[in-house]
């Protein structure tokens, strides 16, 4: 995210200049969610698949509530106003995360190894945005003479 001096304020506001950024991370972290399920279920017990599944689904709703939180509390600062985002309200995201979790485990729903490995779908979706970058740093670069 790039920032420029205010210069009557003295204080940053943020330019953003999302070219699909989010969008893409969601979409390879969803993509990354199904190749999983669809690989485990005829090969792994139907929790591991099930654990797999709501992690997975966990991580997507994660991933977008903090985007849209921060987009929040982003456009309040860059209007001069005091953020509004609470720090309960962060905390209360993790909670819900972890409560869904724990009541899907204690029912045996779900595998707990299988669970965490879901709700790390952020990881591959990463290294798929790095892998990009780094194809498009190659392919574009300017040359020197």
């Not at 017990?45 to 929040?72: C, D, E, F, K, Y």
Request: net charge positive; charged share 15%.
């Amino acid at each position: 995210m790039k920032q420029i001096a205010d210069n009557a304020g003295g204080a940053l506001t943020p330019i953003t200049s999302d070219d699909g950024l989010s969008r893409r991370i969601l979409r390879s972290m969803a993509v990354a969610v199904a190749l999983a399920v669809i690989v485990s279920a005829p090969f792994a017990p139907w929790r591991v698949t099930a654990g797999l599944l709501l992690g997975g689904l966990l991580s997507l709703l994660n991933h977008h509530w903090l985007i849209s939180s921060t987009a929040a509390a982003f456009s309040v600062v860059a209007h001069g106003a005091k953020p509004k985002l609470k720090l309960a309200q962060y905390v209360l995201r993790y909670l819900f995360v972890a409560a869904v979790v724990y009541f899907a485990y204690k029912l045996r729903f779900v595998s707990l190894g299988a669970t965490i490995a879901g709700l790390c779908s952020f990881v591959p979706a990463l290294f798929v945005e790095a892998l990009r970058e780094f194809y498009l740093a190659i392919v574009h670069r300017e040359e020197t003479n």
